[in-house]
């Protein structure tokens, strides 16, 4: 199996008290400063007006980012754009390092005093091309090798589980650790 | 090969066979173009307009320069010096409107489009108040992979953009709602695709916008506002169309006139036709600012035009597809899914607030529409899947989408409405409200569009929240009114028809720019938008919710009875409403409130560039604003003396208006001019016009030809009402542009 558009997103652990309008700033901040090194960032989109919608969102050139609000969750979520079929392996590796950069440094922002933190023991991880997946028992069972043995690298170990059974939604897959490791951890393993 | 042209082929393959064959064609053709514009063997222009036939369309920052809050950086795409129009770079994302005729969706096309917003936008499928979707952030390269797509569900984004005709809308409740004669879905439909694409819509100088109405009174298709304009109409027991032509709004707003009063179904479409072949023939081309039908009506006059029209018509060689539709015209019956069935009982304070202001009664008994509230236009792709699921299990696939970024479910049967609603809850879209003051209505401004000046969308959100958190407070008539908010004076969010209309300005404040609104009233969304509004005058952004509120109370407290908004405005006149409102023109300096001078939802400073803020600068910007503040004062006693039914000295005040702005802008580089008309008429080209200090980057000219047309013409005694009203709104205009002109001579250094 070849895989494209992966996105991957991290949980804030405790959402109460985060006001939302902060992440405006902070995404203006990260285009300013290439906070994210040579990704190109090119503008931030306020979409908190839609009920569980990308919340806020940072785009990109290669990928947008976004303190997205799915589910009603609140979580970093980082969504690759144009992107070639490839190896399962190096696509999620990909996708995992770009969005643990970003939730650290979303983490480090000191408009939050700290207080912001990401779970690290649970992501969400979808394979948003149809081209390359329709959502179903027979496309998670041929990604299942790949993903477990990436987690089994990163995480030393994990749950997996199909996120929706509806097939129009792209292919998704909560993945959900052993163990709770920090952030910054799991970004060295990759 | 690129990763865009690897899945575009890809799903070209996948597709074969599901596209209609010349539709593929035409994708497999843009795809050679796109290959040769890399190349660089087509010319960046003409592949410009071959997107934006296409519907691929620029969007803001996509000449590859950002003011980042403190300075413009460049945004550095890795495709190079390779671009896709003049200034727009290859790789910057752009917007690709999916143009969907009369606002009619399926289940299937709403399921696909959500697929393709995940995919290849920001997952966010946008209604526009042109019943078309679009989607944001698109990269070229993905767009015949998305256009594939979309062909294999039946839709084409050909003319969706460019010089072309634009969607065909009509009334979302067009058939069900028994005010109409007669339903025009068919008739729009047939014209919808009689014009796509036909040779003689092709040579256009501008874009064409149709619009069908099958009510006279209400808002629907508001046809004083389009090119052209059908009204449904039975004469002797024949179906046929009063016709409108050249409405529009824009910089130069004009009321569409009566083309002909009857038009028998079989006319409709050589006549629209023959209208289509004078436009390309006649219209202006060199000039786009002046290229719109309604420029050409003016300048021929109606009865010219209509001489014209007719007289192509008769020369028209015969087609087939004028008539053939009418044969089958029943093709677009909508057949319920469910029973019809009435509702009984109570379903609680939610419901019955959701039912009283979403749900319409249809014509046919046990039937209601509901319209299903999107905020600023505003999907999610699970939204839409979810409401894909509603139209299946409650109305089979009529849904259709509506000027004010909605989305309407036809034939859902009464019973079922507390399920429905309890669907709507689910996906997060319930909310009650619709067409009311909390519906705001808001084109994309400056998140996303290139001629942005001030946030129109942040505004919608900020005033929405508002509204809506003390909607139970708002006496009722103030529910009622309807508010509209455009980024610039191009008016896509049609704010001179809303009661309460807003239009993005800057403004310069001690030397940094501040975003503002021109409030608007006076205008008119019933009557297929019957009246326009004018500026009343400009308040700072952060400012305008409060004028939302001041105004609508000082409505409520001085009306006259029951005397509705508008009557109200006119009769207490616009100097009582600025009055009221003075005190919120009013700016604090930066030191003490800078959330002024950053726009809604964007945190950066408002400001462009490093402006020095210096005594003698100081001096130099108050000794403008000064005249430039004088120049608006005229122009609004201008709107005094029309109000008064004084044409002439409206007309006069308006043109004097201009002056002082031409005064106040010279004396930028020359304090002592002769303030004669013809001293400052000469100082004005040869300082402002002719060096082109004066051209406004998307208007060109257009802005100072106003001056001169009234320098050489000045308004003579006998001048009609609507020609003074013309007269304040190009002053009006040319009084921004005056604003603009000096904030670009500080930018530049050419003050002094
Ligand atoms: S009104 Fe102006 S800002 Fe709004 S979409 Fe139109 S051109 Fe853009």
């Known amino acids: 199996m070849q895989i494209q558009q992966t996105s991957v997103k991290f949980f804030v652990e405790d959402a109460s008290g985060v006001d939302d309008a902060a992440f405006i700033p902070v995404f203006h901040g990260w285009i300013r400063e290439h906070r994210l090194g040579d990704r190109l960032l090119i503008d931030v989109a306020d979409y908190r007006h839609v009920h569980h919608g990308p919340g806020v969102m940072l785009i990109g050139d290669q990928a947008h980012y976004a303190m997205d609000l799915a589910g009603g969750r609140l979580g970093l979520k980082y969504d690759r754009k144009r992107d070639a079929p490839g190896d399962p392996a190096a696509k999620l590796e990909e996708a995992f390092r770009e969005a643990l950069a970003a939730a650290l440094a979303m983490e480090q922002e000191p408009v939050f005093g700290g207080r912001l933190r990401f779970r690290s023991d649970l992501a969400h991880v979808r394979v948003v091309s149809r081209l390359a997946a329709s959502n179903g028992p027979e496309a998670f069972a041929a990604l299942e090798p790949s993903l477990r043995a990436f987690s089994d690298r990163l995480y030393g170990g994990a749950a997996l589980k199909p996120l929706d059974a509806d097939p129009r939604a792209p292919l998704g897959v909560e993945i959900r650790a052993l163990a709770a490791q920090p952030l910054l951890t799991l970004l060295a393993r990759l | ?752």
């Open chain 2, 1 to 752: 090969m690129t990763t865009g042209t690897t899945w575009s082929r890809a799903w070209r393959e996948r597709l074969l066979g599901r596209m209609p064959g010349p539709l593929a064609e035409e994708i497999d053709i843009f795809e050679t173009q796109m290959e040769l514009r890399r190349q660089g063997r087509i010319d960046e222009k003409l592949f410009a307009e071959s997107r934006l036939r296409r519907g691929i369309y620029g969007q803001r920052y996509d000449n590859g320069q950002r003011h980042d809050g403190v300075r413009t950086q460049t945004l550095s795409f890795p495709c190079g010096e390779l671009t896709k129009g003049t200034q727009t770079v290859w790789d910057a994302p752009g917007m690709m409107r999916i143009k969907l005729p009369l606002g009619r969706v399926s289940a299937e096309q709403i399921e696909l489009m959500a697929d393709l917003a995940e995919e290849y936008a920001d997952s966010i499928l946008h209604v526009t108040t042109r019943q078309d979707i679009q989607l944001h952030f698109v990269h070229i390269e993905d767009t015949p992979a998305l256009m594939r797509r979309l062909a294999a569900v039946g839709i084409t984004t050909r003319e969706a953009c460019g010089n072309s005709v634009r969607n065909v809308t009509t009334c979302q409740f067009a058939g069900v709602c028994g005010g109409a004669p007669f339903d025009p879905t068919p008739y729009a439909h047939a014209l919808t695709y009689f014009l796509l694409g036909h040779k003689d819509t092709q040579d256009f100088g501008r874009k064409l916008k149709v619009a069908f109405s099958g009510c006279r009174d209400e808002a629907c298709g508001l046809l004083n506002i389009h090119d052209l304009g059908l009204l449904t109409v039975v004469r002797d027991g024949r179906r046929g169309f009063e016709v409108y032509v050249g409405g529009g709004l824009g910089s130069v707003p004009r009321p569409a006139l009566l083309l002909t009063d009857f038009c028998t179904e079989q006319e409709l479409l050589p006549l629209s036709q023959a209208i289509c072949r004078v436009f390309a023939r006649h219209g202006e081309k060199a000039k786009r600012n002046k290229a719109r039908l309604k420029f050409l009506v003016e300048k021929l006059g109606i009865d010219e035009f209509r001489r014209l029209v007719f007289e192509e018509r008769a020369v028209l060689p015969p087609e087939d597809r004028w008539t053939s539709y009418l044969g089958d015209l029943g093709a677009f019956d909508e057949a319920p899914l469910r029973p019809a069935s009435t509702l009984e009982g109570d379903h609680g304070p939610v419901f019955a607030a959701w039912r009283a202001t979403n749900v319409r009664p249809q014509a046919q008994p046990g039937y209601v529409t509901a319209t299903v509230r999107l905020p600023l236009g505003d999907m999610t792709s699970w939204q839409a899947r979810g409401l894909a699921d509603l139209a299946r299990r409650f109305t089979g696939d009529h849904i259709r989408l509506t000027i004010e970024q909605n989305v309407v479910f036809r034939w859902v049967a009464e019973g079922d409405l507390p399920a429905f609603h309890q669907g709507l809850e689910a996906l997060g879209v319930a909310d009650a409200g619709a067409g009311t003051v909390v519906d705001v209505v808001s084109c994309p401004g400056t998140d996303t569009c290139k001629l942005g000046i001030s946030s129109s969308r942040g505004l919608g959100s900020v005033l929405q929240a508002r509204l809506a958190a003390k909607a139970d407070a708002l006496h009722p008539d103030v529910r009622k009114l309807h508010i509209k908010a455009s980024g610039c004076f191009n008016s896509c969010g049609q704010h001179h028809v809303a009661d309460i209309g807003f239009l993005g300005v800057s403004r310069n404040v001690g030397g940094r720019r501040v975003a503002h609104f021109q409030l608007v009233v006076g205008g008119e969304w019933t009557n297929n938008g019957g009246a326009y509004g004018l500026a009343i005058g400009a308040y700072p952004s952060k400012n305008v919710p409060a004028v939302v509120d001041r105004l609508t109370s000082l409505w409520i407290a001085e009306r006259e009875g029951s005397e509705r908004f508008q009557a109200f405005v006119g009769r207490v006149g616009r100097a009582r409403v600025k009055e009221a409102l003075e005190d919120l023109t009013r700016i604090p300096p930066y030191h003490e409130d800078p959330s002024f001078y950053t726009d809604w939802g964007d945190a950066r400073e408002y400001t462009v560039g490093d402006m020095g803020v210096g005594e003698c600068a100081g001096e130099v910007v108050s000794s403008t604003q000064f005249g430039l503040a004088d120049a608006e004062r005229e122009a609004f006693q201008a709107q005094l003396a029309l109000e008064r039914g004084d044409a002439f000295a409206a007309a006069t005040l308006s043109v004097q208006a201009m002056y002082s702005a031409v005064k106040a802008l010279i004396r930028l580089q020359f304090f002592d001019v002769k303030e004669d008309a013809d001293s400052l008429a000469a100082e004005f080209r040869a300082r402002l016009h002719d060096t082109g200090l004066f051209r406004d980057p998307f208007m060109g000219d257009k802005f100072a030809q106003f001056f001169f047309k009234v320098h050489e013409e000045p308004p003579a005694a006998g001048v009609a009402r609507d020609e003074a009203h013309r007269q304040i709104e190009e002053a009006t205009l040319f009084i921004e542009a005056a604003h603009a002109c000096y904030d670009r001579m500080q930018e530049h250094g050419r003050a002094n």
